[in-house]
């Protein structure tokens, strides 16, 4: 069984910094593409940024200059580094992973089950 876990969620004050990680655990054969995703009250999710397996990134105009997505291969794991933090960056924030799992031939995607990130005064 596979399982992605998020954690370092919190509540922080405007300007202030946050790290989320993500872990897949369990049986994996390969990792593609990694990314964060987040959902305000009322929104739909959207992505935030993602990483390739070769570090190749990609963010969302809203966060570009203050967020930062990495992964670290050998712990089959992705960070996402979070400065300056805005009121508006308040929401649940999901890890994606696409997985190569035993048995199959494709990638397939898996959701984490969230972490809350409120930026407050």
């Known amino acids: 069984q596979v399982q992605v876990v998020e954690s370092g969620g919190g509540l922080v004050q405007p300007g202030e910094s946050l790290r989320l990680s993500c872990a897949a655990n369990?049986?994996?054969?390969?990792?593609?593409?990694m990314g964060w995703y987040r959902q305000a009250p009322g929104k739909q999710r959207e992505l935030v940024a993602r990483?390739?397996?070769?570090?190749?990134?990609t963010y969302a105009d809203s966060v570009k200059g203050r967020f930062t997505i990495s992964r670290d291969n050998a712990k089959n794991a992705v960070y996402l580094q979070m400065n300056s933090l805005k009121p508006d960056d308040t929401a649940v924030y999901y890890c994606?992973?696409?997985?190569?799992?035993?048995?199959?031939?494709?990638?397939?995607?898996?959701w984490g089950q969230g972490t809350l990130v409120t930026v407050s005064s």
């Open positions: 990483i390739t397996s070769r570090a190749s990134t």
């Open positions: 369990g049986s994996i054969v390969g990792i593609g593409i």
């Open positions: 994606n992973a696409n997985l190569l799992v035993p048995s199959t031939t494709r990638y397939l995607e898996y």
